[in-house]
Each structure stands twice: as C-alpha cells, then as structure tokens.
C-alpha cells in the first residue's frame, strides 16, 4: 500500500485526533520497527511496518465495519442538523469522522443498519445491480391479504412511475405481522408499498440485511463488530475479496 503520514495513520486507527497523535509523536511516545519517530509527518507503509505507542502494539486494518441496531427516534444521515445521527451512539473507541451507513432507516423504523467505511463496498451493496436483499419485519393497521403477495410478487407494482422488482410478502399466523423481502431500496419503500394497497405500516424492523442477521441480543442502540465470517459473506455477496 502506498506511504502515508504518520499522524494520519494513528488517527485512522483510533488512537487520537491529529492533533493529539502529533502531540503524543513529539513526545516520544510512538515507535516505528523499534525507533522513537517524533516527526509525525513521517511517511510510512502502515501494512509493512510495526507500529507501538506507548510501547503497546497497533494492529493495523484499512477498514472498519459495524453493525448496529437502530433505534427509532435517529437518523441514518451522519448530519447532525437533520436530528440525532446514529453514529452519536457510538462509544468513544468507534467515534469516528469517516463512517457511512448503509441503505438508509427512516427516523421511526429500527433494526440491522451497517455502518462501514469502505465507499466500495457501501457503493455495491445499495446498488441495484447487486439484488442485495432486505428482509423487514412490519406491523400493519389492516391485515394483509394473499392479493398484497401477488400484487408485491408480480413485478408490476409502480412506484414513481416505475415497475418494483418482485418481493416477497410472507404471511405469518397474524396477517397484521408480516415480514417483506426488497431486493432493491428505494425512498420509504415498505411504507409505500403498503401505501399503494390501501394499508398503513405502524411499525417497521430490518431484521436482514444480504447476508447479515440482526442479532436477537443486541438491544436497539447498540452496536457490534462483524464476526469475520459475516464480513466474508458480506463481501461476497457484492464480488469484493474481504480485505478486513
Ligand atoms: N422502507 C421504508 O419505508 N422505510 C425504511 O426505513 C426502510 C424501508
């Protein structure tokens, strides 16, 4: 990988702002393969050399990626002037400038939000071309009907003018409890779709995202790393070699 700064390197890696790292580099806290660096403008190869501040060694990872259970009451968007962003739930260790969510929640919907900062592999997975799919979990104030699964299978529903991939309405026991398949995610689809038969969505849970599963465990606000058999499977499903 090409050379980059050393104060670039250690805020990547969670270890302080850049000016906090510059500070901690004069300081003589950081080594590199066993020297002292002062110079936090230094440029080096972060994969190739071994990295220690404060005699502790740094694993170095070009990415990051986090699953977390949205709750209602957020926003997907990490600008803070549309409301609380979910990445303000974040513990001091994950905070970070550069996360991207992946396929937006509306404010009142919970459930399965990745977060990653690999632009590649967010770019594939909101992609239509990927069929990435998306499984929800709905509340609905009129029961749905074996009609609602034609209709959404047919492939002729139109939302804007245009055909919606077909998606698959499953009927459970309760027909107001239902769970809805999107290979595909555009604005508000669920509660458009619902919409568009003349029901109401009252309550809306993404509980899969491709291959990912919201954990039953992970209670809505709180966040996890990937196991890396999830980031393995998330990254094949879109043709990416996992790159950690
Ligand atoms: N469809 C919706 O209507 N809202 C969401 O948040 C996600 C999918």
Redesign the pocket.
């Known amino acids: 990988m090409a050379k980059e700064r050393l104060d670039k390197v250690l805020s990547h890696l969670g270890v302080g702002s850049r000016s906090e790292v510059r500070r901690m580099a004069r300081a003589g806290r950081v080594r590199v393969d066993g020297q002292v660096v002062r110079d936090p403008s230094c440029k080096l190869d972060p994969e190739r050399v071994r990295i220690e501040v404060d005699e502790a060694p740094l694993v170095y990872r070009r990415y990051f990626h986090l699953l977390l259970n949205k709750p209602a009451g957020c926003i997907t968007s990490t600008r803070e002037r549309e409301g609380v962003p979910v990445t303000a739930l974040l513990p001091p260790p994950w905070q970070r400038p550069d996360w991207m969510p992946v396929g937006?929640?509306?404010k009142d919907?919970e459930g399965l939000l990745l977060l990653t900062t690999h632009g590649e592999l967010a770019h594939r997975l909101t992609h239509p071309r990927w069929k990435v799919s998306k499984r929800?979990y709905v509340e609905l104030e009129a029961p749905a009907t074996l009609e609602d699964v034609q209709a959404f299978a047919s492939g002729r529903l139109l939302l804007d003018g245009k055909p919606l991939k077909p998606a698959e309405l499953r009927l459970g026991p309760d027909p107001r409890r239902v769970e809805l398949v999107l290979l595909e995610g555009r604005f508000?689809?669920?509660?458009?779709m619902f919409a568009a038969r003349g029901n109401r969505v009252l309550y809306?849970r993404?509980i899969s995202f491709g291959p990912l599963e919201l954990p039953a465990d992970l209670s809505p606000g709180m966040a996890r790393a990937l196991e890396p058999q999830e980031l393995e499977a998330l990254y094949r499903t879109v043709g990416l070699s996992c790159t950690g």
């Open positions: 937006r929640l509306d919907a929800y508000h689809q669920v509660k458009r809306l993404r």
